[in-house]
């Protein structure tokens, strides 16, 4: 079921790998999430995320941050290329950089992350180490709206994933990565078929009379 007209159109921002922006495609291409990729972005051109989203003949764009002066002019930058794909839910997926207030006015409630810890313990870099080195027994990965603070946004969906004996920061990586994988498309579909309320959405999708 879809909970707006259109399929909710989507805006991923992508620093690297882009494997939880590929994730979240297949789901979309499986029909098993109601939404559409309208744009991809990266700061680094050399990203993996933008060369999958050109195979699969999506909008991309590059915008590197050391063409403009300060934060705030990059990021009007990439609100412009997601406002002029139309886009309705920006995706983090893999972004390393801190989106600005600037930014997330244009998006009231409507920016997503994902995170691989249970926040709030562990935000910020390398998550996985410092669930390590605390010596945690369950870590995990977390979908939250993004606010203003370091991963620390309203947290919409979490997945336990079992600390073992032996696990060093790859072993421990993969395995949320695994988790990850499942729990972004899930927590989009959600969205998408409005299990999952974002009220910044919401209100966005009646302004432009789609919901
Ligand atoms: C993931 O671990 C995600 O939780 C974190 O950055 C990593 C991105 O991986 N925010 P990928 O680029 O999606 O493969």
Do not use: W
């Not at 403009?68 to 997926?93: H, M």
């Not at 997330?104 to 910020?124: E, T």
């Amino acid at each position: 079921m879809l909970f707006f007209d259109l399929p909710l159109r989507l805006g991923v921002l992508a620093s690297g790998r882009g494997s939880n922006f590929a994730a979240i495609l297949e789901a979309i291409e499986h029909g098993t999430v109601p939404a559409q990729v309208a744009i991809v972005i990266s700061d680094r051109p050399e990203a993996r995320a933008l060369g999958h989203a050109q195979s699969h003949n999506l909008l991309t764009a590059v915008v590197e941050p050391r063409n403009f002066p300060d934060r705030a002019a990059f990021d009007l930058a990439v609100v412009e290329r997601l406002r002029a794909a139309g886009v309705q839910l920006v995706v983090l997926a893999g972004f390393m950089r801190l989106v600005t207030p600037a930014f997330l006015a244009a998006f009231p409630g409507r920016v997503l992350n994902i995170h691989p810890a249970l926040l709030p313990s562990f935000p910020g870099l390398h998550a996985q180490r410092q669930a390590l080195a605390y010596g945690v027994k369950v870590s995990g990965c977390t979908v939250h709206v993004v606010d203003e603070g370091v991963d620390s946004g309203p947290i919409l969906m979490q997945r336990a994933v079992a600390v073992l004996d032996d696990d060093d920061e790859e072993s421990l990586s993969a395995r949320i990565l695994a988790e990850e994988h499942k729990l972004y498309p899930e927590a989009i579909r959600r969205i998408a078929t409005g299990e999952i309320r974002l009220p910044g959405l919401s209100l966005a999708m009646q302004r432009q009379g789609v919901a």
